[in-house]
């Protein structure tokens, strides 16, 4: 059994500690049409021109995250892109980051030791996200899920491994939903409440660039992408389940004034 953890912090490199498996197509996903998926956002550094993360629309001001997304980034370097599939496009729109809300229990340095907890943020934009076919939000649970349910997972991480880079084109994968006691078998006191896994098979998942992004399931925002085994490798995926977080994410997008806009949700 492989417990190796790979975290996704693919702008930090001392820790994309490549392990040697084959080449193997790991997200094994589809294209997707952003009308299908039009609740992702893409988190650049747009100096860079480059795609680091993905995070969900959950109103018209506010994208959920994982937190070790943006813990070493200046709000001020990053853009939010939102309405398009297209993960090399910097033609927009994009939004500014006004705030970044870290959960408060949320600790770096655990995520260098793979304790990783709490690893969840909220980011305020600005101006005022509008909504379309292209560009919405995605409704937070208000019921936990149920084991034995196929996600919808997206985003545009590494799509090989162990030699990948960022896909141009959103890919889309359905995956099972398993339970945390079984999850637990493939990671040692790493599975809390908190967590969610989903698995489909060998040579399908999450990779480098793909933390931060949603899983779906009843077009709700059931997780988001936190940590993981070395890509594909046939270890479940980990998520940090959004229903656990409710007070959190809801202390701050009941929302008060931001500039520009009062009428936030
Ligand atoms: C880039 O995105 C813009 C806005 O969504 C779109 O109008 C344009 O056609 C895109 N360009 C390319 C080359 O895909
Ligand atoms: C994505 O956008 C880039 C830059 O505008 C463009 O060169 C590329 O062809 C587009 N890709 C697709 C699949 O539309
Ligand atoms: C699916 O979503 C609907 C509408 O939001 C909700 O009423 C229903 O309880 C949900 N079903 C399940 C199984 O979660």
């Known amino acids: 059994m492989n417990i190796q953890l790979i975290i996704f912090l693919c702008f930090t490199p001392n820790i994309i500690l490549v392990v040697f498996a084959k080449n193997v197509k790991i997200i094994g996903g589809v294209d997707a049409d952003i009308k299908e998926i039009p609740y992702i956002a893409s988190l650049r550094q747009f100096k860079k ?11 018209h001001y506010h994208i959920l995250t994982a937190a070790h997304c943006i813990d070493s980034l200046d709000k001020s370097e990053v853009r939010i892109y939102v309405g398009s599939a297209n993960s090399s496009n910097y033609t ?6 006004q705030d970044i809300k870290m959960h408060p229990k949320y600790n770096k340095a655990n995520i260098k030791k ?10 305020t934009v600005y101006p005022r996200i509008p909504f379309n076919q292209f560009q919405n939000k ?5 019921q936990d899920i149920e084991t034995g349910e196929l996600g919808l997972i997206s985003g545009w ?4 491994y162990p030699i990948g880079w960022i896909s141009d084109t959103l890919q889309k994968l359905s995956m099972w939903i398993i339970s945390n006691e079984q999850c637990a078998n493939y990671f040692t006191n790493l599975i809390r409440e908190e967590h969610i896994c989903v698995y ?13 992004g949603p899983l779906i399931n009843n077009n709700t925002l059931i997780g988001i992408s936190s940590i993981n085994s070395p890509c594909a490798s046939g270890d479940p ?8 977080f409710l007070e959190f994410i809801n202390s701050i ?8 806009d009062c009428n936030c949700l």
């Open 92 to 97: 927009g729109p994009y939004y500014n980051i």
């Open 157 to 160: 991480g590494w799509k090989t």
């Open 49 to 59: 021109e480059e795609h680091f993360c993905s995070g969900a629309i959950i109103s």
């Open 114 to 123: 793979l304790k990783t907890r709490y690893d969840i943020a909220v980011l």
């Open 138 to 142: 995605i409704n937070l649970p208000n």
């Open 253 to 260: 997008i009941n929302c008060h004034c931001v500039p520009f």
């Open 237 to 244: 995926d980990v998520y940090v389940r959004v229903y656990t």
């Open 200 to 212: 489909r098979n060998r040579e399908t998942g999450t990779c480098f660039g793909d933390s931060g």
